[in-house]
């Protein structure tokens, strides 16, 4: 029976990591992953991370950026301190914050920028007049020459 160009479907599967019902294959010999990264985070401590992220929202629902403004913005995210990657734990409730999206991804830039000495570049973000229904970008090419 002839095989196909990269061998058995089953050696295909498994060298890609496909393996039906376990975890994607580990790099073998020479392939490596980055340092801190994983192919796979385990199961329990998902599961662990999901428990403490409902926990900190049960506890603080507002995002504390918004609170600190004087808004009152529901948190949808839960940020750490004192990013994992430069030492923070990552279970440990009181090294989580809640925050809105944008305020996470603002932090999020922050602490890249930081870490990799370029500087943070954020597109701004327009929404619409609700009333009218036009862009509030000035540079939007609707405003032009308004």
Known sequence: MPRGAFGSAAVVRQRLGLTRGKAPAKPSGGETTAPGTSTRQPTRQHRAWQRVRAERLRIEPSCRT???EGGTTTATEVDHVVPISEGGALLDLANTQSLCAEHHADKSAADRARRTGRPV??????????ATGRPLDPNHWWNAGK
């Open 66 to 68: 918004c609170r600190a």
């Open 121 to 130: 570049c954020r597109r701004r973000r327009y929404g619409v007049d609700a």
